[in-house]
């Protein structure tokens, strides 16, 4: 963080493919207490713009062009071991207008602090960027019992990257969940709109990069994880 006039600055990048939202979010903001530092519109701005600028905190929307088709998971994922000026590591919040639970639990186990969604009041979303800043995990108030109950953690734990998982495609996740349920490998090929041989080598390249040798072993591994 910056120290200007005895005060503490949040210094920010706002990643958002809306740039009057964009707009918007900035005319919320006192600049007293946060300085927006960068700003993105897509995943690949985004890296780029958050390994220039090295901000302490990233506002970032969950659904975003470029990239790997993955949006803020992407973002993350492509700044992995980003630090700020001060060397501690770059802290996301994620802002969003959906609540689904596919979208919560992406994000969070990317590594996200927080998440909270786009009807959060001006000053509510100044003081989840400073508690983010800080280190503090935030969620709005109707995400946060979910998250804890999804995870089966503490908000601390939640925001610890699983490293194993991340190493996997959005769609070699999709596939690993239905073969961990039991499916078999032509009810996944119709679930997914994808064919049998596709899901096959997706199979293959999940075991091989968790290191497992089976779908009882995979169904374990999600199990333990609570990612069934």
Not at 69 to 81: A, E, L
Not at 196 to 219: A, G, N
């Amino acid at each position: 963080m910056n120290v200007a006039n005895g005060s503490t600055q949040t210094r920010l990048v706002l990643v958002d493919d809306h740039k009057m939202f964009r707009s918007g979010v900035k005319a919320e903001l006192d600049p007293a207490t946060t300085q927006v530092v960068g700003e993105a519109a897509d995943v690949d701005t985004a890296v780029r713009v958050i390994a220039e600028t090295r901000p302490d905190v990233v506002l970032l929307d969950v659904h975003l062009p470029g990239g790997n088709g993955n949006g803020g998971v992407d973002v993350i994922g492509g700044c992995r071991g980003a630090t700020t000026e001060a060397g501690q590591p770059v802290r996301f919040l994620a802002l969003s207008v959906s609540d689904a639970a596919e979208d919560v639990i992406a994000v969070i186990r990317a590594g996200a602090r927080g998440y909270v969604t786009k009807t959060i009041s001006g000053n509510d979303l100044m003081t989840a960027i400073r508690r983010v800043g800080d280190g503090d995990a935030v969620f709005s108030p109707r995400l946060a019992g979910f998250v804890l109950d999804a995870f089966g953690a503490t908000a601390g734990e939640i925001a610890e990257v699983d490293e194993e998982l991340d190493r996997l495609s959005a769609r070699e996740r999709e596939v690993m969940r239905l073969i961990a349920r039991g499916y078999q490998y032509k009810e996944v090929a119709k679930e997914l709109f994808i064919s049998i041989k596709t899901v096959e080598t997706h199979v293959s390249s999940v075991l091989r990069k968790l290191q497992l040798s089976s779908r009882h072993e995979l169904t374990a591994w999600a199990m333990g994880r609570h990612i069934l």
